[in-house]
């Protein structure tokens, strides 16, 4: 009995294995509307003055760098620059604006509803937020699938 896989078996073990290094490769649901969270902290923070203005930013500062800490330890695949391809990085570029437009745009609208700054600022970041998590996922798979790294299917 002849124990050496085929090469359509070896490829397909494989596009699994690189198919699982890219699944728990995926950034944690909570992390892109916690990174909104804290920038409209800082934005309200802008806002105040005083001790609230001190506090506001050193617990943004502190949010962001146990993020990124959680971020960095949970990851186990690493990027190299040489998988990201123009399309796979104007995918990204594309939805990371998309994110400032809907944080500038609510503003706007809530401008008709309130004259506070800050509660302009907290209701973009919710916005915001809320439309960073559900669409992480989408732009996830679309810069997966257009980069230099990704499985043959």
């Known amino acids: 009995m002849d124990a050496t896989p085929t090469p359509a078996d070896a490829l ?9 290094a890219y699944a728990e490769q995926r950034l944690p649901a909570w992390y892109m509307p916690g990174v909104v969270a804290l920038v409209t902290m800082a934005a309200v923070a802008g806002e105040l003055g005083g001790t609230a203005r001190i506090v506001l930013i050193l617990v943004e500062v502190a949010g962001l760098a146990a993020l990124t800490a959680t ?8 990027w190299r620059p040489r998988t990201w391809t123009v399309n796979a990085g104007v995918r990204m570029l594309l939805w990371l604006v998309s994110i400032l437009v809907v944080w500038g745009i609510v503003p706007a609208i809530t401008r008709s509803f309130t004259d506070s700054a800050v509660w302009q600022k907290v209701l973009a970041g919710a916005v915001a937020a809320v439309y960073a998590a559900v669409t992480t996922r989408w732009v996830e798979n679309q810069v997966l699938a257009h980069s230099a790294g990704r499985p043959v299917r």
């Open 12 to 20: 397909s073990e494989i596009q699994r294995v690189q198919q699982k």
């Open 71 to 78: 971020l960095a330890t949970r990851m186990r695949v690493r």
